[in-house]
C-alpha cells in the first residue's frame, strides 16, 4: 500500500491543522493506521493508532486531549485533526500502516509496515 500525507503547513500557537493520509493500491481496510512525529534532532515518535475498524484509538500522552485521529475506510483515508497547538508539536509528521497480523504495542514504529513521506508541521508564535 502506498501513503500520502498532506496537510502541514505554518500554525500559530493554539491554532489546528488537519493532517491526510490517502492510501492507494491495497485494502485500506486491511491496515491499522498510525501518526507519528519527528522534530529535528528527535527520534520519531508515536502519536496516535486506529484500528481496522476504527473502533478503538490510542494517544501518546503529550496529544491526548488535543489530537484525534479518524478513518474513512470508503474514502481510503487517514486523518489527524490536530486542536490547540503547541511549538512542541513542531515536527514533520508521518502516517503509516501496520499489517493485520502484527500483535506488538502500535507504539512502536517498527511494528508499521508502510510509511508516508511526511509532512512539516510548524508551531510558531
Known amino acids: 500500500v502506498q501513503l500520502q500525507a498532506s496537510g502541514g503547513g505554518l500554525v500559530q500557537i493554539g491554532g489546528s491543522l488537519r493532517l491526510s493520509c490517502a492510501a492507494s493500491g491495497g485494502t485500506f481496510s486491511a491496515y491499522a493506521m498510525g501518526w507519528f512525529r519527528q522534530a529535528p534532532g528527535k527520534e520519531r515518535e508515536f502519536v496516535a493508532h486506529i484500528t481496522r475498524s476504527g473502533d478503538a484509538t490510542l494517544y501518546a500522552d503529550s496529544v491526548k486531549g488535543r489530537f484525534t485521529i479518524s478513518r474513512d475506510n470508503a474514502k481510503n483515508t487517514a486523518v489527524l485533526l490536530m486542536n490547540t497547538l503547541k511549538p512542541e508539536d513542531t515536527a514533520v509528521y508521518f502516517c503509516?500502516?501496520?499489517?493485520?497480523?502484527?500483535?506488538?504495542?502500535?507504539?512502536?514504529?517498527?511494528?508499521?509496515?508502510?510509511w508516508g513521506q511526511g509532512t512539516l508541521v510548524t508551531v510558531s508564535s
Open positions: 503509516a500502516a501496520r499489517r493485520a497480523f502484527r500483535v506488538t504495542t502500535p507504539v512502536g514504529a517498527s511494528s508499521y509496515d508502510y
